[in-house]
């Protein structure tokens, strides 16, 4: 099946400090979903982008699916930025999302 | 409703001793997925369902594990002769549509498995 790679696997920044996290994947992707899990276990769904680029307020992602990479832009990290992001791939006919194994970033203030 | 429920939130089972866990997906979401997540780990895709049939249910781990559908809704997933190294965090996530759709998840808060 696809390999999802993530990095940095943990990351600490200081609050107000900015950062991108990067996610590779082995195989074409028709489906690329970028997680945040917070501290309390809760996953919410920050982009679905299996190409271009996508802005939402302090965050934004792009994804290159030629080149087979995604990446998250973290700008003026909060300590409520604090937490697990996943990516997540879905390549051809597979059914199932597959997960990477996550980059745990902790904001310090 | 407004977003997937997961019961119960928190379950604390003997060994040996049979669990169910429920996910109410969105209401319209016809695909819907059960994931689970060992302490600091990542998520470990177990069954997809779209509708009512489960077109994949590779991850499923052994054959003490198994999940329903019915009405295109609600899903149970049922855990028998539970073992301690099935204790998780079971989620469940479900989307507007599966297969050859792509759409984003919307995830559960996820029923916290302790099996003791």
């Known amino acids: 099946g696809i390999q999802v790679e993530q990095s940095p696997p943990d990351l600490i920044l200081q609050e107000g400090a900015n950062s991108t996290l990067r996610c590779n994947f082995s195989d074409s992707v028709n489906n690329l979903q970028w997680f945040h899990q917070n501290p309390w276990g809760q996953l919410i769904n920050l982009f679905y982008i299996p190409s271009g680029t996508k802005q939402n307020g302090r965050l934004s992602a792009t994804t290159v699916a030629t080149e087979r990479y995604s990446l998250l832009y973290i700008s003026s990290s909060q300590t409520t930025d604090s937490g697990v992001y996943f990516c997540?791939?879905?390549?051809?006919?597979?059914?199932?999302?597959?997960f990477g194994t996550g980059t745990k970033l902790q904001v310090i203030p | 409703g407004a977003g997937v429920s997961q019961s119960p939130s928190n379950k604390v089972t003997e060994k040996g001793k049979d669990v169910e866990l429920r996910c109410d997906p969105i209401?319209?979401?016809?695909?819907l997925y059960w994931y689970r997540q060992s302490l600091g780990q990542g998520l470990e895709f177990l069954i997809y369902?779209?509708?009512?049939?489960?077109?994949?249910k590779s991850g499923l781990p052994s054959d003490r594990f198994s999940a329903e559908r019915t009405g295109g809704s609600v899903s149970t997933l049922t855990i028998q002769r539970t073992q301690q190294e099935d204790s998780a965090v079971y989620l469940c996530?479900?989307?507007?549509?599966?297969?050859?759709?792509?759409?984003?998840?919307?995830f559960g808060s996820g029923t916290r498995l302790t099996v003791v």
């Open positions: 996530a479900s989307s507007l549509a599966g297969g050859a759709s792509n759409y984003g998840y919307t």
């Open positions: 369902f779209q509708g009512n049939s489960a077109p994949d």
């Open positions: 997540a791939v879905k390549a051809g006919g597979y059914q199932k999302v597959t």
């Open positions: 209401s319209g979401h016809t695909a």
